[in-house]
């Protein structure tokens, strides 16, 4: 076991103990990217069902649900889990497990040993309480669902990355600035805001992010609970089968494989948000990783894979960004790479990333585009190299536009704040930019 493995296990070690036997009703665990947040939420419930504990786990997307009950449903085979669905949810191939049964409601689960669903279907079920519940992606659900659903269990395990999106809404949520019980605050928050207590554990490394990648993250996004990579410079390592022709294009893929990030850099302008040259740049982008037959060695692989195409995904702000990129696909042999909006992206990994910057070609810097979660999410879904897409200007921009965001009595500051982590992170990146145009 490696030196970081032991210390994640004691972490782990410890989370347990103040979980089922300290003496208080829950325990927070914060987790930087892909820390292994799922692999402590499977663990903990099948260690509590491993000893006859009935076990309810609230997820925040059918995705989290159907991503945890297949990592659950390989485990522990004899295990029965229970996933509580709605009324004409059409099954996905991961929960085609024998030891899963699906239903609308508690009675037709068949006794389940673990009960997994939304925390949007959660408040519509009276049946309880459980004596354990394990909440996964804590600090995306917001505070009133919580308030919701704590009435079904007795003590809760709170798994979540404080550097992520908060939770989110489509109607103004000004009104509640202050009040105790905001209900937009995360869960988390409103939880340690009442319960200030509570033990607080850090999960201390992360698994996805290289030497090279884990270090700015960290600075930029986690301040206060910095974390390190758990693999080494020489363990991870991008390459591609065919030489480069030259010109920023392969420029930037070499820079990226060399040190794991690149700045791919068009020239100033203001643009509209589906800036079509940005478009095409950062489709270009990933279908030259193709072309060049992209590979990759890393802890997972001592030999060489090679990057395909459900390897690589293009992170946007916006949907109509996606939309446009999506469409620029298509045209250009319909690129089976994944591309969707930090929100749709988050929590999930990929071995190259490429971003489109959020205040790339923008004549101002509003709060969603400085939003610090945001650029969290796209900067740090990736294993091998992130490549980030931007008109120059950003730095003007923010200059231009300093952190202005009104304080409210009773509102705790958050940190990071959003402007000072998009300037660290474009600090980190001009370093490895190519001028492109």
């Not at 609230?58 to 390989?74: K, P, S, W």
């Not at 071995?351 to 910057?357: A, E, F, K, W």
Request: proline share 6%.
């Amino acid at each position: 076991m490696t030196d970081a493995a032991q210390e994640v296990e004691r972490v782990i070690t410890d989370v347990l103990a103040d979980f089922t036997q300290g003496p208080r009703r829950g325990v927070v665990v914060d987790s930087p990217p892909g820390a292994g947040k799922s692999t402590l939420v499977v663990r903990t419930a099948i260690e509590l069902a491993g000893h006859g504990e009935p076990v309810m786990i609230i997820a925040q997307t059918n995705e989290q649900v159907d991503d945890l009950i297949d990592r659950m449903a390989r485990q522990a085979p004899t295990v029965r889990i229970g996933r509580l669905s709605a009324q004409g949810y059409v099954p996905t191939a991961r929960v085609a497990h024998a030891n899963v049964t699906i239903g609308d409601r508690i009675e037709h689960l068949h006794d389940p040993q673990i009960v997994i669903g939304t925390a949007a279907k959660w408040v519509y079920i009276t049946d309880g309480p459980w004596p354990w519940a394990i909440i996964d992606e804590a600090y995306q659900m917001r505070s009133d669902m919580l308030l919701r659903v704590a009435g079904r269990f007795e003590r809760a395990l709170f798994v979540g990355d404080p550097g992520q999106l908060d939770p989110f809404s489509v109607v103004e949520v000004e009104r509640w600035n202050g009040l105790t019980w905001d209900p937009m605050q995360s869960a988390v928050a409103a939880l340690l805001r009442h319960n200030p207590d509570l033990p607080v554990h850090q999960l201390p490394v992360s698994w996805r992010l290289s030497a090279a990648a884990a270090p700015p993250v960290s600075t930029a996004f986690y301040p206060f609970t910095g974390f390190r990579a758990a693999t080494t410079a020489e363990q991870r390592q991008l390459a591609y089968r065919t030489r480069g022709f030259g010109g920023p294009v392969d420029d930037t893929l070499e820079v990226a494989a060399r040190t794991g990030w690149a700045l791919h850099e068009l020239p100033a302008r203001h643009t509209l948000r589906t800036d079509g040259q940005a478009v095409d740049a950062i489709v270009g982008l990933a279908q030259r990783i193709i072309q060049r037959g992209a590979t990759s060695w890393s802890e997972r692989h001592q030999d060489e894979v090679a990057i395909t195409t459900d390897r690589i995904a293009i992170g946007a702000a916006h949907r109509d960004q996606v939309f446009a990129i999506r469409q620029a696909l298509r045209e250009r042999g319909n690129l089976a790479v994944k591309a969707d909006t930090a929100n749709r992206l988050q929590g999930s990994e990929y071995d190259v990333v490429l971003v489109l910057h959020p205040l790339s070609g923008r004549r101002d810097a509003t709060a969603f585009h400085l939003e610090s979660g945001r650029l969290c999410v796209l900067t740090s879904r990736h294993r091998h190299a992130c490549i980030v897409v931007a008109r120059a200007g950003i730095q003007d921009l923010l200059d231009a536009h300093p952190s202005t965001e009104p304080m409210h009595l009773g509102v705790p500051a958050k940190f990071p704040d959003g402007w000072e982590a998009n300037q660290a992170m474009l600090a980190h990146l001009s370093d490895h930019r190519v001028t492109a145009g």
